[in-house]
């Protein structure tokens, strides 16, 4: 039986669990267990209809001994305290296994975005930024996108925060449209990421991208454009899904369509969609596809020890922030899976999110070669540590990563000390 998950409580235990592996003392790295700050803020909205309706919202700021913190502000109906504080965990780490000069933070508003009226979006996204003003800048801590937020909503923080500054400071958030000074290839970076991240992996295990039978859990910016991706690299996509239901074609489906008939709104979802040789299955179906790589590219708990028994797949790149429980990591391991953790796979989004940032803080801009190649370099180089980490200490790559991004916290850590 699962216990109930708590993302928090996760975080830690594999957070512990490196840190034995540095063989680091407890007092080294205890710190890290404890968020440096934590906001929560009431947020009230005059909704269209005349009536008030107040919203919970948080900001949490996990670590910024490596630099200002660093992440993403998310909107959903179920989110909670330690979601918030494991997916600010999550930043820093990966700020550090990626080594950008950033901590981690994270933000989040409890509501469903879907039942908001444009108006009501922008007046809780302008109220919350106000709430959260304080603690966010460009020298000390950077919103970005994640869950149902949008460049759109990244331009509306930009200009709350630069009203009550009296000027513009677009360093304040990344992720914004292009116009306002977002970055080329900040759109496409998580997925670009995951794409660079599954060639990376079969290329170390000698297998083909050619033909690769791939499944993919949400159509999000990150599982759509990963999909999309990876099938113009030449994978097949045999499966897909979104909150509403999978679809799967044996011998590949055509992602561009698909993502074409999501995005024309009105609520167009996965479910309603039609296409000669298409079997409509279920969420777990997706999961469980006999495909030769996963990508869990939608929220926390998704493989969970119920799933994790039966998943086909070899190779598990987690696209999602947090998709695999604790239960159903030791399960995949065990069973010999190659699963190319969080923290890295879907770390493109917050590299690009930096060269976004070097571009707002000097007033420049990068062609999409450049951003695209750096990301390359970088995220790649991460890969090949992580891998080697995990190698020298005949251990998953998960762990390989948290003991890279762990190590390189706590140096900077103890070379900072501790105030006063
Ligand atoms: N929300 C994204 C993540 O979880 C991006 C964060 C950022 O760009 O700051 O990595």
Partial sequence: MEVKYNPYDNVLEIMDRAARMLEL????????????????????????????????????????????????IRYHQDVDVDE????????????AVVNIPYGGAKGAVKVNPKELSKNELKSLTRRYTAMILPLIGPEKDIPAPDVNTNAEIMGWIMDTYSMFKGYSVPGVVTGKPIEIGGSLGRREATGRG??????????????????TKIAVQGMGNVGGIAARLLQESGCRILAVSDVSGGIFKKDGLDIKPILK??????GK???DYEAAGILHITNEEVLTADVDVLIPAA???????QIAGRIKAGIIVEGANGPTTVNADRILEA??????????????GVVVSYFEWIQNIQFLTWDDEEVNKALEKIIIRAFNEVWDKAKENNTSMRMGAYMVALDRIVKAKKIRGIFP
Wanted: aromatic share 6%; charged share 25%; proline share 5%.
């Fill in 84 to 95: 918030v504080k494991a997916l600010a965990v999550w930043m820093s780490l990966k700020c």
């Fill in 25 to 72: 003392s407890e007092n080294d790295y205890v710190t890290l267990k404890y968020p440096e700050r934590e906001l929560k803020v009431s947020i009230p909205v005059e909704m269209d209809d005349g009536s008030t309706r107040v919203f919970e919202g948080y900001r949490i700021q996990h670590s910024s001994s490596r630099g200002p913190c660093k992440g993403g």
């Fill in 335 to 348: 069973a010999g899976k190659r699963i190319v953790p969080d923290i890295l796979a879907n770390a493109g």
């Fill in 269 to 271: 979802l996965i479910k």
């Fill in 299 to 305: 929220l926390e708990n998704q493989v969970n020890s």
């Fill in 194 to 211: 995951v794409m660079f991240m599954t060639h990376e992996i079969l290329h170390r295990l000698g297998l083909p991208i050619l033909g």
């Fill in 261 to 266: 008939f999501l995005a024309e709104g009105n």
